[in-house]
């Protein structure tokens, strides 16, 4: 099938790796897409959606770039943020991570980019599948949290510092006050529906930038402390996840440090077996518009 590079609705910048384009919530972020080429606006068909969060680096264009196979493979829409820092208070970088800072809800934002996308594309990205590293790795849990109900999956790709599943700890060190925070609260049941996929690499062993010290709000004795690495806290998120009720798959991948790109197989795979089991007698969850 010829590529659609020009619609009559749509412009040649949103057709495949397109271009960065404002929230229309809230124009201080912007996304990327990439769309198949085998989208037609005329007869816009069903599509997956792929949400993946950047890291600290922000690298959103290259990071959808890294999606572009799969996606054709799949078929999938690919849809990655851009939170860029300094938002609220000059050279802040972490609160996209947790899901909200003092003047931004990162993850209402999320959710009008793929409202936006909907209706854009005139789709139905009811469910869709999440994934980030690190800093986009603590979105990703945080995220299935709060809204898990807008999940089909996860990959969550080393988090350095990590919020439990158990209701007996505040937030963010745990899902206690959850709805304090964000006006909904913590369910159990529905966090469990979606399968999670966790990834770090077995060199990940450097800490200077995740020590958390004991007074801090996400501060977990043995698990967040000072000098616990990554692969540590991995495994102590795959176990609440586990406790739980989630199917939990972890990959420990050899050889590999803090590198997101070196990291993305186990991430493809997870894709992969979440929209498979989807096509294949699971309730459909995305599709076209009516």
């Known amino acids: 099938m010829k590529p659609q590079t020009h619609g009559d609705r749509l412009s040649f910048y949103q057709f495949g790796a397109t271009t960065m384009f404002a929230s229309r919530l809230d124009q201080r972020f912007s996304?990327?897409?990439?769309v198949p080429e085998s989208y037609d606006e005329h007869d816009p068909g069903?599509?997956?959606?792929?949400?993946?969060?950047?890291?600290?680096?922000?690298?959103?264009?290259?990071?959808?770039?890294?999606?572009?196979e799969i996606a054709e493979a799949e078929q999938c829409f690919v849809l990655v943020p851009l939170f860029p820092a300094g938002i609220g208070t000059p050279g802040e970088l972490n609160a996209y991570k947790y899901l909200a800072g003092d003047d931004a809800?990162?993850?209402?934002?999320?959710?009008?980019?793929?409202?936006?996308?909907?209706?854009?594309?005139?789709?139905?990205?009811t469910r869709f599948?999440?994934?980030?590293?690190?800093?986009?790795?603590?979105?990703?849990?945080?995220?299935?949290?709060v809204h898990p109900e807008r999940l089909s999956g996860v990959s969550i790709v080393s988090p350095g510092v990590v919020t439990l599943a158990d209701p007996q700890r505040e937030w963010p060190?745990?899902?206690?006050?959850?709805?304090?925070?964000?006006?909904?609260?913590?369910?159990?049941?529905?966090?469990?529906?979606v399968p999670v996929?966790?990834?770090?690499?077995?060199?990940?062993?450097?800490?200077?930038?995740?020590?958390?010290?004991?007074?801090?709000?996400?501060?977990?004795?043995?698990?967040?402390?000072?000098?616990?690495?990554?692969?540590?806290r991995l495994r102590a998120l795959a176990e609440s996840l586990e406790r739980n009720g989630n199917a939990?798959?972890?990959?420990?991948?050899?050889?590999?440090?803090h590198e997101g790109y070196h990291?993305?197989?186990?991430?493809?795979?997870?894709?992969?077996q979440v929209l498979h089991s989807a096509r294949h007698g699971s309730e459909g969850k995305t599709g076209a518009r009516e």
């Open 31 to 34: 996304y990327c897409l990439y």
């Open 46 to 68: 069903a599509y997956s959606l792929i949400v993946a969060i950047h890291g600290t680096g922000r690298d959103a264009p290259r990071l959808r770039n890294e999606f572009i």
């Open 105 to 125: 809800r990162y993850d209402l934002i999320l959710l009008d980019m793929v409202a936006e996308l909907e209706e854009t594309y005139l789709l139905d990205f």
């Open 129 to 145: 599948f999440l994934t980030g590293f690190s800093g986009g790795g603590h979105f990703t849990h945080r995220f299935l949290y």
């Open 173 to 193: 060190a745990g899902v206690g006050g959850l709805e304090a925070e964000f006006g909904r609260p913590f369910d159990g049941a529905a966090v469990a529906e």
């Open 197 to 232: 996929n966790l990834v770090v690499g077995d060199d990940d062993t450097e800490t200077w930038e995740i020590s958390v010290a004991p007074g801090s709000p996400a501060f977990i004795p043995g698990v967040n402390a000072a000098g616990v690495t990554r692969v540590t």
């Open 248 to 257: 939990v798959s972890v990959d420990l991948v050899p050889g590999v440090a």
């Open 263 to 272: 990291l993305l197989k186990p991430t493809f795979r997870a894709i992969r």
